[in-house]
């Protein structure tokens, strides 16, 4: 499905209700209507809602993925270029994002946010081979909001840990000739046992 950000903030939720006896789902193609950052983190939202139920959401593809530069029907892709230039979109630097930073094993209560509030996901995952826990915290709000993080069930928790946001203004998008509106910020960061995490808003 091809529609506008809101109906993916607004349907985060499509699969937690979804009959365990049907078959698995593929998702065959999704995109929100843009490449702004908005769009992209309309998709983040929705994406952690697909990561909680793959016990049934098996596969999910983004499409389209290639686009050359004014010889496209179509305005959204996941990536344009020319004959001398690339161009990703904020749309793929969050399918990056969820594909380097996967897990096998989904915990569900570690992110405590206002459930009122549906501009917030959030999402936590393990891969169990290298013991990684991954945490996805989504704002598609204005305002800086305060999500609660509660690791007090995993045995050990070491405190270096990585943090990747990508950030920036609702209608920033990347261009050809503009080409690093829109990237994510790597930094170092302590976490512990228990923490409360600042998610800027449209993150």
């Not at 909001?145 to 995993?154: A, D, E, I, Q, S």
Request: charge should be positive.
């Amino acid at each position: 499905y091809y529609t506008n950000p809101e109906w993916f903030i607004s349907n985060q939720y499509r699969y937690d209700k979804y009959d365990r006896k049907k078959g698995n789902v593929y998702l065959g193609e999704y995109a929100s209507w843009g490449n702004k950052l908005r769009n992209a983190i309309a998709e983040a939202a929705y994406m952690t809602g697909l990561e909680r139920n793959g016990d049934v959401v098996r596969l999910a593809s983004y499409a389209p993925l290639f686009a050359k530069h004014n010889f496209t029907q179509w305005k959204t892709d996941l990536i344009f270029f020319d004959n001398v230039n690339v161009c990703l979109t904020p749309n793929y630097y969050v399918q990056k994002l969820f594909a380097i930073n996967s897990g096998d094993r989904y915990f569900g209560n570690i992110v405590t946010k206002d459930n009122r509030d549906t501009a917030l996901a959030a999402s936590c995952v393990q891969d169990s081979k290298t013991g990684d826990i991954v945490l996805k915290l989504v704002n598609y709000g204005d305002t800086v909001k305060t999500m609660k993080v509660n690791l007090v069930g995993f045995k050990k928790i070491f405190p270096d840990a990585v943090q990747t946001v990508l950030t920036g203004k609702p209608e920033a998008e990347n261009t050809l000739e503009h080409q690093n509106n829109v990237l994510p910020f790597t930094s170092g960061f302590t976490a512990r046992k228990k923490f409360d995490y600042a998610v800027p808003p449209m993150s």
